[in-house]
């Protein structure tokens, strides 16, 4: 599965929006990007995954390039209850290989 | 929907003796069901796969015959840790895929902190 890179930390203002970037520039062509986050002491959050198309649900959107090399994810209005480390992953799917957890990237939302 | 459990939630245990964290899938059958190691500040290390009524895989460097994954059920996986010791100690998280129905999502668990003294 290609490999991600995302920045170890980010801040954003409580009530903005989080943007979160992600590289993925050896991705395949029948590789997904998914998103999941973990709040300390607790399991991963799934939140979204896409392929080509952007995708939005209920917690956030994902705008993935037309080259699919990089992907971002949103969180719309960010609350304090967003701070988490954010893991953006690759693999073949769906129903590929195992999900391979990188570093992520710490979300701190400040009020 | 698509939600997953863990029991314990926290268990502290004596260096030698042995740990089942259980894992149910609450409101789906889960086709498959991964466990994951985590040490602290560290990220999630996939241990092993299962699928219902079948061994499991384990990842290198895993020790079968220490770490027994039992998937007895679409709604069950059990993971025991054999004469635990204290570098056994860790954050051990389940999680659970419902297959085509669920878009083959992976689901976690809230994880059991197991402690070995």
């Known amino acids: 599965d290609a490999k991600t890179t995302q920045p170890p930390s980010m801040d954003c203002a409580e009530g903005r929006a989080a943007n979160l970037p992600c590289n993925h520039s050896?991705?395949?062509?029948?590789?997904?990007v998914y998103w999941y986050r973990q709040i300390h002491s607790q399991g991963p959050q799934y939140i979204i995954h896409g392929l080509k198309n952007n995708e939005t649900n209920e917690m956030a959107s994902l705008i993935i390039t037309e080259d699919r090399k990089s992907s971002t994810l949103i969180l719309p209005h960010a609350t304090l209850r967003d701070t988490a480390v954010y893991y953006c992953?690759?693999?073949?799917?769906?129903?590929?290989?195992?999900?391979?957890f990188g570093a992520g990237t710490i979300l701190r939302v400040k009020s | 929907g698509a939600v997953v459990s863990q029991h314990p939630s926290r268990v502290i245990c004596k260096s030698g003796t042995s740990v089942k964290i259980e894992c149910r899938s609450l409101?789906?059958?889960?086709?498959?069901m991964f466990w994951y190691r985590q040490f602290p500040k560290q990220s999630l290390m996939l241990m092993a796969t299962?699928?219902?009524?079948?061994?499991?895989?384990?990842e290198q460097g895993v020790e079968k015959d220490k770490f027994l994954i039992n998937h007895a059920s679409l709604t069950l996986s059990t993971l025991t840790v054999t004469s635990a010791h204290p570098e056994d100690s860790s954050f051990y998280i389940c999680?659970?895929?419902?297959?085509?129905?669920?878009?083959?999502?992976?689901?976690f668990g809230p994880g059991t902190r197991l402690t070995v003294l």
């Open positions: 299962s699928n219902e009524g079948s061994k499991a895989t384990y």
């Open positions: 050896t991705i395949s062509g029948n590789e997904y």
């Open positions: 992953i690759v693999r073949v799917g769906p129903g590929g290989n195992k999900l391979v």
């Open positions: 409101d789906f059958q889960a086709t498959t």
């Open positions: 999680s659970a895929t419902g297959g085509r129905v669920l878009l083959y999502v992976e689901f």
